[in-house]
């Protein structure tokens, strides 16, 4: 893939997103596309900054997530934190992304019982049905191993 094609293929991939709240764009301009060869020369694939936006759009867009900072394509590449340490880029990154993080804590509550009811059901035994003429050959073994028991 060459560069051009590189960053419209990132391009489309935020612009994919349509939802009340998302900055999409119309048209690719020369400071989001230098953003953009920013990024990719500094090593990010398109895939990783693909994923990075999914990630950001999910937050942003999500009802269990609490985040709502909303940014456009190029500052989403160039914004840098608060305490200007770190591109917020980095958050969104595949490694660096926790979505836990940006839960709401009713989200956190559910998600928490779910977790519960899984343990629950993968403790308890499994129910399998038995046919009645295995119940009656279980009970046939029973009743013979109840005599041989009182025969000792």
């Known amino acids: ?7 419209q293929y990132i391009y489309s991939c935020w612009n ?31 895939e990783a900054l693909c994923k990075a936006i ?46 836990e993080k940006y839960r709401t804590p009713e989200s956190r509550r559910r998600r928490i019982e779910g977790r519960q009811r899984m343990k629950e059901k993968q403790n308890k035994p499994i129910f399998i049905p038995v046919s009645a003429e295995r119940r009656a050959e279980i009970k046939r073994k029973e009743i013979l191993r109840r005599k041989s028991e009182v025969k000792k």
């Not at 893939?1 to 960053?7: D, I, L, S």
């Not at 999914?54 to 909303?70: H, I, P, R």
């Not at 190029?74 to 926790?98: A, H, I, N």
């Open 1 to 7: 893939m060459t560069r051009k094609e590189q960053t």
């Open 16 to 46: 994919a997103k349509k939802a009340k709240g998302w900055r999409s764009h119309t048209k690719l301009n020369i400071p989001t596309t230098e953003a953009l060869v920013f990024r990719l020369k500094q090593g990010y694939t398109v």
């Open 54 to 99: 999914n990630n950001y759009a999910m937050v942003l867009l999500g009802k269990d997530y609490t985040w709502d900072c909303v940014w456009t394509l190029r500052e989403f590449l160039v914004r840098k934190t608060p305490d200007r340490s770190e591109y917020q880029l980095c958050r969104w990154l595949e490694g660096e992304f926790d979505e």
